[in-house]
């Protein structure tokens, strides 16, 4: 531990999404700046929390300041049954909103346990011919012109916020909806507040399958694949 770091001391337990830009975590060990650090939560193991702050902060930036979510609000998750939208749907229905979720007939169960209001089958439903009206759109699934239909459910000045594809702003404009793709930043607060939800037992931590490190390749194909119920982890130590 730097001898300038005064928030934490040797022994704590903590966790941290480290910038993948520079660094990534497939490692026993990685330096990471204390300022991006945060306190585990205590009510889940090591191995769990690992698969919290990638995803976790993804959903609760893009929700919370992406698409301003308060409570009362009725927002529209693509993919609701992913890593991302797992995640979301919690977070929304912390904060009070309305929550929409999308996934496929085989998820269903998995995604209402989550706590969704109300669940679309994106293979048999199209979202736009059941919903309208919606404050916001959270797109965590790209591809099949996921945005310009979102475009038709969000009410005038709501908000699209993607996670994958660029925005058409000008279409956006069109429709009087703030869109915009959403690019996650590390932030040791945001992961606080995370940790705080979990201890106080408004989210639970989803995990489709645990891999070594040495298959890392089955576990991104696995991800690519879109099958994953929730999150997908690496053990890298016993």
């Known amino acids: 531990m730097g001898k300038d770091v005064n928030n934490f ?21 990685i330096a990471v ?33 992406g698409c301003k979510l308060k409570a009362g609000d009725r927002v529209l998750i693509h993919n609701a049954s992913g890593g991302v939208g797992s995640f979301a749907v919690q977070i929304a229905k912390s904060l009070g909103a309305y929550v929409i979720g999308t996934a496929s007939a085989s998820k269903a ?6 706590g969704v209001d109300e669940f679309i089958d994106y293979r048999t439903q199209r979202f736009e011919d059941v919903i309208d009206e919606v404050d916001s759109v959270l797109a965590a699934v790209g591809g099949d012109d996921i945005l310009q239909r979102s475009l038709q459910v969000i009410k ?9 594809d660029d925005v058409n702003i000008a279409q956006a404009a069109e ?9 996650v ?22 995990i489709d399958k645990i891999f070594p490190l040495e298959d890392v390749k089955q576990a991104h194909a696995l991800s690519e694949s879109q099958r994953a119920r929730g999150k997908i982890v690496l053990q890298i130590i016993d």
């Open 9 to 29: 001391s040797i022994g704590d337990a903590v966790f941290t999404y480290a910038p993948i830009a520079k660094q990534g975590a497939y490692a026993e060990y």
């Open 175 to 183: 429709k009087n909806v703030n869109a915009q793709r959403w690019w």
């Open 33 to 65: 700046d204390s300022n991006l650090v945060a306190t585990k939560p205590k009510s889940i193991d090591t191995l769990t929390a690992a698969a919290v702050p990638l995803a976790a902060t993804t959903a609760w930036q893009s929700l919370v300041y």
């Open 156 to 164: 005038n000045d709501g908000e699209l916020v993607s996670l994958l």
């Open 109 to 114: 169960d998995f995604v209402k346990n989550l």
């Open 185 to 206: 930043t590390p932030n040791a607060a945001d992961l606080q507040s995370i940790a705080t939800l979990i201890d106080n037992g408004q989210m639970s931590v989803h």
